[in-house]
């Protein structure tokens, strides 16, 4: 299959379900478009080394939050992140900023620390099961059931203290 056609179909079936995660893993609609891209890049690039032993959705998204920890490892990120009025400009106008913010499941995902809002993304939101998400953060499938457990704790919590009565 030709390199075009070869990162196309992966952009059809999985470019929405990594812009999300990029998205919730950011906080920033552009930082997650350009995650994204790089994404697909390193994806098409190594693709002949993909040995296979987890699903392309699986190893798709093991990239994609190595990108994000990249751009949120650049000093550039941390200002940015630290400025809450330039963030508030920044992302104001942004249609799926204003979906995800009157959403409060999404607001209080976005509340969690990253490791935690990682594994609530690919639980949830990526419907990954907890082997699969082992295989992506690089641990044992016990430690992402605590792991798992803890966020959801957290998740609670602040649930919680939004309003949301448990059930």
Not at 65 to 84: A, G, L, S, T, Y
Not at 132 to 143: F, L, M, Q, R, Y
Request: glycine residues 2%; charged residues 30%.
């Amino acid at each position: 299959m030709p390199a075009e056609q070869f990162l196309e179909r992966l952009m059809d079936e999985y470019g929405n379900t990594v812009l999300r995660m990029c998205y919730l893993y950011l906080k920033d609609y552009q930082l997650a478009e350009d995650a994204v891209q790089e994404t697909f890049i390193k994806a098409m690039k190594s693709y002949e080394s993909f040995e296979h032993k987890s699903s392309e959705k699986t190893w798709l998204i093991r990239i994609a939050i190595n990108c994000c920890k990249n751009i949120m490892r650049n000093r550039w990120f941390k200002i940015r992140q630290n400025n809450p009025e330039e963030n508030a400009e920044r992302t104001g106008n942004d249609s799926i900023d204003d979906f995800l913010e009157k959403d409060s499941i999404s607001a209080a995902v976005m509340k969690l620390q990253a490791n935690d809002r990682q594994i609530i993304v690919l639980h949830y939101y990526q419907e990954l099961s907890v082997k699969e998400i082992a295989s992506v953060i690089g641990k044992t499938e016990n430690t992402t059931r605590q792991r798992l457990n803890r966020a959801r704790g957290k998740m609670r919590k602040i649930l919680t203290e939004a309003g949301y009565e448990e059930n």
